[in-house]
Nanobody, 122 residues
Framework: LVQLVESGGGSVQAGGTLRLSCAVS????????IGWFRQAPGKEREGVAA???????SYADSVKGRFTISQDNAKNTVYLQMTSLKPEDTAMYYC????????????????WGQGTQVTVSS
């Protein structure tokens, strides 16, 4: 059974920092990409960051310089460090594994977590 469990969301003020975690079990994500996505109410899902087995990393333009994706293979966990948060970063954040189409960033994935809410107030 493949499971992705996100944690670390919360409510912060603008300029604050959060670190999201995505614990992966039942799947060797190091063979493929792991992506972080977000979706705000009334908006389409957006690929935020992605990392693949050779540590190629990509970011959406809206988060470059503020978000950092990393992985701890010993813990089977992928992180999304978010700094200088803005109100427009408010969304439900999801991690996804097993890319089945498209690019690592924003592509189509087979497995998804349940999401963790990030709320940034001004």
């Amino acid at each position: 059974l493949v499971q992705l469990v996100e944690s670390g969301g919360g409510s912060v003020q603008a300029g604050g920092t959060l670190r999201l975690s995505c614990a992966v079990s039942g799947y060797n994500y190091r063979r493929n990409c792991i992506g972080w996505f977000r979706q705000a109410p009334g908006k389409e899902r957006e690929g935020v960051a992605a990392i693949n087995s050779v540590v190629l990393i990509s970011y959406a333009d809206s988060v470059k310089g503020r978000f950092t994706i990393s992985q701890d293979n010993a813990k089977n966990t992928v992180y999304l460090q978010m700094t200088s948060l803005k109100p427009e970063d408010t969304a439900m954040y999801y991690c996804a594994a097993d890319l089945v189409g498209g690019r690592c960033l924003g592509g189509n994935y087979n497995y998804w977590g349940q999401g963790t809410q990030v709320t940034v107030s001004s």
